[in-house]
């Protein structure tokens, strides 16, 4: 895997799959048995302290002090960094992140989307070159999950490279490229429409009266690889050259459906790169 400095790189991939392990590998928390890898130019194995004093870390559970206010956990991670003037530090963070007027208020107080900024607002106080997040925004709304992600950009702007794991769709589309891997392996690697289109998956909106009784016939179809209810309709998708718009056309027809060609979506091929070797139907 490789990460371009000032992009910001989403790391997908199922539950289980190995993305904060390699996250953790990344920080230096964990000591590679096998393998190689370099951080900002450092020997991931080797030079384990050199990466850790560049890079910001954002766990996926809140770890930061809840009987501590805001002001007071930003100037205890500034002393561990040894920043100086610590108060002109803390200030210039509460500030970039929106926190001055909380400054005084207890973390252990704070709703889940203004938790995720603190803990933010932490990690990157030392300017790090390269700020790593597993799935940061998990849990909270999607109003506070937004404001985060233009969080993430201004950052991204400023010149900071980001690796931020996700199972939300939405924020892998707000990305640069995506990686996603599956037991420890990359499976796909690109910007988003690249995914999409080396894919082959093709969708079809299906429209009619009491469709979900034909699901599971549809779904034995050739060619078809997923069947979806959205609302009053299904959508299918399939690989176009396993015949799925040839078995799709037939059925449709003698069973009075409507037929509409629709966009593969991210999350289309991803519960298709979730699907077992083997898992299609032909």
């Known amino acids: 895997m490789t990460v371009r400095s000032g992009e910001i790189v989403g790391f997908l991939g199922p539950n289980g799959s190995g993305k904060t392990t390699t996250i953790r590998l990344i920080c230096g928390l964990l000591k590679a048995n096998a393998g190689s890898g370099r951080v900002l130019g450092f020997d991931v194995r080797k030079e384990p302290l050199k990466i850790k004093r560049l890079i910001g870390y954002m766990t996926q559970r809140f770890s930061l002090y809840e009987d501590l206010t805001i002001a007071e956990n930003l100037a205890f991670v ?18 970039s992140l929106g926190l001055s007027e909380r400054a005084n208020q207890l973390a252990g107080a704070l709703s889940g989307g203004w938790k995720q900024r603190l803990a933010l607002a932490a990690c990157t106080m030392h300017e790090p070159k390269l700020l790593l997040l597993d799935e940061p925004t998990a849990g909270v709304d999607p109003k506070a999950r937004r404001e985060f992600w233009d969080e993430i950009h201004k950052l991204a702007g400023q010149g900071i490279t980001v690796l931020v794991s996700t199972h939300y769709m939405d924020e892998a589309e707000r990305c640069n490229s995506i990686t996603y891997i ?17 894919s082959r ?4 909106f299906l ?6 009784q034909f699901e599971d016939r549809i779904l034995a179809l050739k060619g078809v690889e997923q069947v979806a209810p959205f609302g009053s309709s299904l959508h299918v998708s399939g ?7 040839a078995s799709l056309t037939e059925f449709s027809k003698s069973n009075n459906i409507k037929m509409i060609r629709g966009e593969t979506t991210l999350e289309d091929v991803f519960i298709q790169l979730m699907k077992p070797d083997g898992e299609h139907n032909t």
């Open 78 to 95: 500034a002393r561990l960094y040894q920043l100086v003037p610590v108060a002109d530090y803390v200030n210039k963070t509460l500030k």
């Open 182 to 198: 599956s037991h420890g392996n990359i499976i796909a690697n690109g910007t988003v429409d690249e995914i999409i289109a080396n």
């Open 201 to 204: 998956l093709v969708t079809y």
């Open 207 to 212: 429209e009619g009266s009491e469709l979900q």
């Open 239 to 245: 690989t176009e050259n396993n015949g799925i718009r």
